[in-house]
């Protein structure tokens, strides 16, 4: 069945430096991808995604393409704030039995110290 | 709009005892989705609907309950609680594929401890 690995953590940076979340996926068909972000005590937001390939989803200064021929959906961003402090997950659209559901990788914690 | 709602926000049962955790929501989307979320694990799908008097399992449904009377509310009933069932529980929406919808909303979560 279709699945998503990511880079797991936890990660600790200080602010400013440059992030590399990696994901990679397996999948039939053509999947949309997602990054989704969960802050302390809350639940999953959206934060990117891209329903093709070659797309680029950005938001918030993360940016992550969706790359067929790697089946990768890298998140980056260039220069962290302690704000940006939460768990990353990478996911992909799964419409099994019509269901439209996401499956996720199984998250990084990211810690961004001053 | 409120957006996705659960309550209660904490609770702990004990082995045998059964509860139902509440979802809602006001977007008037079709699609709703339980998740469990384990410690260092992906959220799993637990079940879906995909509108009013339709349900179907996940890929974790045993010893969960579903009903959808309505649009709004989508409550997840647990029967005879087990330690295996200590999770964090998530309850998303989404519009349909046809409403042009790709995004799903998540609630806050439900944290549920099984002694």
Redesign the interface.
Same mark, same amino acid.
């Given at each position: 069945g279709n699945s998503?690995t990511q880079m797991e953590g936890p990660v600790t940076l200080s602010e400013e430096a440059f992030l590399t979340i990696n994901c990679t996926y397996t999948a039939t068909g053509y999947p $949309?991808l &997602?990054w989704?972000v969960q802050y302390p005590g809350?639940? #999953? +937001? @959206?934060l990117l /995604?891209a329903?093709k390939a070659d797309d680029k989803g950005s938001n918030k200064g993360f940016e992550a393409t969706y790359r067929k021929e790697t089946t990768s959906f890298h998140l980056e961003k260039g220069s962290v704030q302690v704000s940006d402090s939460a768990v990353y &997950?990478c =996911?992909l $659209?799964d419409n099994k039995?019509?269901?439209? /559901? @996401?499956v &996720?990788? /199984?998250?990084m914690k990211l810690t961004v110290n001053p | 709009n409120a957006g996705?709602t659960q309550t209660p926000k904490f609770r702990i049962l004990k082995i045998g005892q059964s509860m139902t955790l509440q979802c809602t929501q006001d977007m008037n989307h079709n699609?709703m989705?339980w998740y469990r979320q384990d410690p260092?694990? !992906? @959220?799993k #799908?637990i079940y879906?609907s995909?509108g009013a008097g339709i349900t179907?399992k996940?890929e974790v449904p045993n010893g969960y309950n579903v009903s959808r009377s309505t649009t709004e509310d989508f409550p997840l009933r647990l029967e005879l609680a087990a330690p295996s069932q200590t999770s964090v529980y998530?309850c =998303?929406s989404?519009l349909? *594929?046809g409403q042009g919808g $790709?995004? +799903?909303? &998540? !609630? *806050?979560?439900t944290r549920l401890t099984v002694l």
């Open positions: 998503v $949309s &997602f989704y809350e639940g #999953l +937001q @959206l /995604k329903t &997950f =996911a $659209s039995g019509g269901s439209e /559901k @996401l &996720f990788g /199984k998250g | 996705v699609y989705y260092g694990m !992906g @959220l #799908l879906y995909v179907d996940g998530f =998303a989404r349909s *594929p $790709s995004e +799903q909303f &998540f !609630g *806050p979560g």
